[in-house]
């Protein structure tokens, strides 16, 4: 009789499919509904008062901080703000044109969650350390990076059309701003993880010709 083999981390392993397949679920039931939502939006001039949009800001003059020890109440400045906005209506094209960007991100993040769902289910079945999970591992780092760079682009774009649509007291609107691009950590774990799969991929090549030559 032919011996079962044993996984190791069988369980943790079930245990995360079921939580990226209901993540890939809740954001695949999410893109579907915003993109709805934008649709019936364009289609029926309806009030876009559910929508928040980003925008660059930086506050005049000087504010106080209260801080409770002896040196009293000390004087802030508001150089670099990001926020959201919302607003009874915003012109179609720009409406369409922030929900493509959006949900283009999105579909890129459910890949993500696609593919890593795919290299847990290879695993679970003892065939972890294949060339083929190098190449998933590959495009999740690839779709990692258009994810972050549509997310950004997305933010440029609502905060460029607003900067000089906006009034309000004492506050400047800006149409670009380095603080945007803060927060690089998660492009450079993409990168990171290209170089990771590459190495994966390999050694998977190598020892698929050791095993071979067995």
């Known amino acids: ?10 369980t943790f392993i079930e245990l995360l499919l079921v939580i ?13 509904f915003w993109a709805i939502y934008s649709m019936v939006l364009f289609l029926t001039d309806g009030p876009t008062v559910h929508q928040a ?4 800001f930086r ?25 959201y906005i919302v607003s009874d209506s915003v012109p179609k ?6 929900s493509v960007i959006h949900v283009s991100g999105y579909i890129f993040w459910l890949l993500c969650f696609g593919l890593t769902i795919r290299i847990l289910d290879a695993a679970r079945l003892g065939r972890f350390f294949i060339v083929e999970n190098a190449i998933r591992l590959r495009y999740i ?7 972050f760079v549509l997310n950004k ?19 400047n609107f800006l149409s670009f701003d380095f ?16 170089v990771i799969s590459e190495a994966f991929r390999i050694g998977a090549q190598l020892k698929e010709e050791s095993d071979l030559t067995i």
Do not use: C
Request: hydrophobic share 55%; net charge positive.
């Open 53 to 56: 949009f980003p925008v660059f």
């Open 1 to 10: 009789m032919e011996a079962t083999k044993k996984i190791y981390g069988e």
């Open 153 to 171: 682009l997305m933010v440029v774009v609502s905060a460029s059309y607003f900067s000089d649509k906006l009034a309000f007291s004492k506050v």
């Open 179 to 194: 603080f945007g691009w803060i927060g690089l950590n998660s492009l450079f774990g993409f990168l990171f993880l290209l």
């Open 20 to 32: 990226f397949r209901l993540s890939f679920f809740i954001t695949a039931v999410g893109i579907i």
């Open 93 to 98: 094209g720009f409406l369409a044109l922030f």
């Open 59 to 83: 506050g005049q003059g000087e504010g106080i901080l209260n801080v409770p020890n002896d040196i009293g109440a000390a004087k802030f400045r508001m150089y670099h703000a990001l926020g």
């Open 141 to 147: 780092g690839l779709w990692g990076i258009a994810y």
